[in-house]
């Protein structure tokens, strides 16, 4: 046996001692998670490899026998100009739907932190519309859009902006944001209480040293405000991200995907491919392909984040 490899076993040996030595001493504490991670793996692992392992057949939902396919669903998929369409308008709505929130929330955030009369009002009114179920908001939305007894037509047809009530869920080139202005309504308070708590963590004397100095608001804001939010944005936007990326309650009860397909997203193709159709391995295929772009993005996201050696 040569030096190296004499050194490499050396070493393999070293750390499986010390991983043993380190599980022996914490023991207890492993007994402890144990029961919490069962759950995890239950809950969570199982369908997860469930779905990887179903995208690999052809089965049928009316049908108890499966067809070993192997990769020909993700073959299939990536050869469909449907499949692109869907990426793209995903984006779309991820990334309108996301800056929305973000920006919004950030700025009630920012008035609400301000000594402003009735306070305590407002930080409880602007919950209302996370607290409202989904699809109630969606069928408020649907209403208010009404090409002739919505709140919108008739607010644009008495300020002149338009001559005729306009169909906005049903006119394929703008359904999209018909349904994305109901999205950054439902989600904006989330995203202004948590950018609210950040705000009050960060300590008035940074104001008052940058004031003292003759910094204006905006400088403030921009030097101080920002770089100490940096950290609950970036956990904010993440989460927003995902929740707005599977959403589905809001764009099936106000389009149902159409017209002609132009609001529906990964998600809602998967539930009319898996379950309407009955095809759960071409579903579940789509389905791998959406944790993949999630889990690389989340990746790619919190390494650029981290790159300056900061924490989380």
Known sequence: MSLAE????????????????????????????????????????????????????????????????????????????????????TGRWVAVGVAGKTLLGLLIAVHLKGDIRGRKFFRTAFLIPWGIPYAISAVVFRWIEHPQFGYLNAILLKLGVIEQGIGILGNPDIAWLGVVVADIWIGTPFMAIIFLAGLQSIPQDLYEAAAIDGAERWHQFRYITLPQLKSVILMATLLSTIWTFVSFDTIWTMTG????????????????????????????????????????????????????????
Do not use: C, M
């Open 6 to 89: 004499e050194h490499t076993q050396t070493g393999g040996d070293s750390r499986l001692s010390q991983s043993a030595a380190h599980v022996k001493r914490n023991r207890r504490a492993y007994l402890l998670i144990a029961p919490a991670a069962l759950f995890l793996v239950a809950v969570v692992g199982y369908p997860i490899l469930e779905t990887f392992r179903l995208s690999l057949y052809r089965s049928p939902a009316d049908s108890t026998i499966e067809t070993f396919v192997g990769l020909q669903h993700y073959v299939d998929i990536l050869n469909s100009d449907i499949f692109y369409r869907l990426l793209w308008q």
């Open 257 to 312: 995907g159409g017209p002609i397909s132009t609001t529906a997203t990964l998600v809602i193709h998967i539930y009319q491919v898996g379950l309407q159709n009955g095809h759960l391995g071409l579903g579940a295929a789509y389905s791998v392909i959406g944790f993949l772009l999630l889990l690389l993005f989340a990746i790619v996201y919190l390494r650029v984040y981290t790159r300056g050696g900061e924490e989380l």
